[in-house]
């Protein structure tokens, strides 16, 4: 099933969102490396909100659950990500994707791009590193020029890919200085040498080299069942569009229609829990986040009405009767953040 959708705006009222704790910016350094978000004061009158990414890839340490969690933040809204992250031949390599810095741009989230400058041998492997550290004065210059900033996130967010090139290039002069203080052997250098390039051109090179990437992976990740989830419709393939005609391509774990209503399902899974674990589920949250701003909805240009949905699956099979006292929290907050953002809980 293949649908399309516009997006002219995004209006959504997070409740599930963590108090976050306000740290002073003389601790920036320190907290970046233990909190997966809080709130940077910068002096007496800014604050900024900060979220940060393990890796560019976004399947890999619940980025989205730490950005749900910025969402409340009345000021400006910002999430770091690294231009790409290599963690040695024995390890993955993941790089930065247009799609990526266009979903911040559509939450109103600001990006600044940075790189590793320090990490540590793996324990376990022979030639991977950890426990990476970002390059924290490229990023306070970046919070700094934001400070002034008087435009929105997605003018700022072209701005930053304007400089990815150039920060590609330092990152990879950074891991070339890991490879030899660490003694470990990296991925290889050509083929990072090329993604760089791309990302050095300009940003239109770069945006149709993402795009492609991500097509094939809506592609790849439509065929792909998933018996964990506990879903009984059909994939589906979903293509959005914002008011500058940018597009953004994304998989609905299941899609089911009936009459002229297009269920749009979401689906997270637990074997071991009653309930799936809040940072899934506020994963699952971007995609309603998403989901429930969508306008002019079409499947072979047959207009249909979107029913967001988020599906919470266990196969000890779902009983509320039976959640600890945190888990009832969290299913009560969720419901009032369904009635409240127009979209539907389901339980299996």
Not at 1 to 9: L, N, P, Q, R, W
Not at 14 to 26: A, F, S
Not at 202 to 227: G, H, M, T, W, Y
């Amino acid at each position: 099933m293949e649908i399309k959708a516009e997006i002219t705006g995004i209006k959504y009222t997070p409740l599930l969102c963590r108090v976050l704790e306000e740290v002073p910016i003389k601790n920036f350094s320190d907290i970046l490396s233990k909190k997966a978000n809080f709130i940077l004061r910068i002096d007496k009158t800014n604050k900024i909100a900060i979220s940060w990414w393990v890796s560019p890839k976004r399947t890999r340490s619940y980025p989205y659950a730490r950005v749900y969690d910025t969402l409340n933040f009345s000021g400006k809204k910002v999430t770091i990500i690294p231009i790409f992250k290599d963690e040695g031949k024995e390890g993955d390599r993941d790089f930065l994707q247009w799609d990526t810095i266009s979903l911040m741009s559509l939450l109103g989230v600001y990006v600044i791009i940075s790189y590793y400058i320090e990490a540590e041998p793996s324990k376990r492997y022979a030639n991977k590193i950890t426990n990476q550290k970002f390059d924290i004065t490229q990023i306070k210059k970046e919070i700094n020029k934001l400070l002034n900033y008087q435009s929105d996130a997605l003018h700022w967010n072209l701005e930053q890919i304007d400089n990815a090139g150039k920060l590609g290039k330092k990152a990879l002069l950074s891991y070339k200085k890991l490879s030899k203080k660490l003694n470990i052997t990296m991925r290889s250098e050509d083929a990072a040498k090329k993604k760089i390039d791309i990302l050095q051109q300009n940003k239109e090179i770069f945006r149709k080299a993402s795009r492609d990437l991500a097509q094939k992976a809506q592609i790849r990740e439509s065929k792909i069942v998933q018996p964990k989830e506990f879903l009984s419709g059909e994939k589906a393939i979903l293509t959005i569009k914002n008011y500058l005609g940018g597009f953004y391509y994304f998989t609905a774990d299941e899609a089911r229609i009936k009459c002229n209503k297009i269920f749009l399902i979401e689906g997270k899974h637990s074997c071991h829990s009653l309930l799936p674990s809040l940072e899934d589920i506020k994963d699952g949250l971007i995609k309603m986040v998403l989901f429930t701003n969508l306008k002019n909805v079409t499947i072979d240009n047959k207009t249909y009405k979107p029913m967001p949905t988020l599906k919470l699956s266990s196969s000890k099979g779902f009983k509320y009767k039976k959640l600890n006292s945190r888990q009832k929290e969290i299913v009560n907050l969720l419901k009032k953040e369904a009635k409240i953002n127009n979209f539907i809980i389901e339980y299996s």
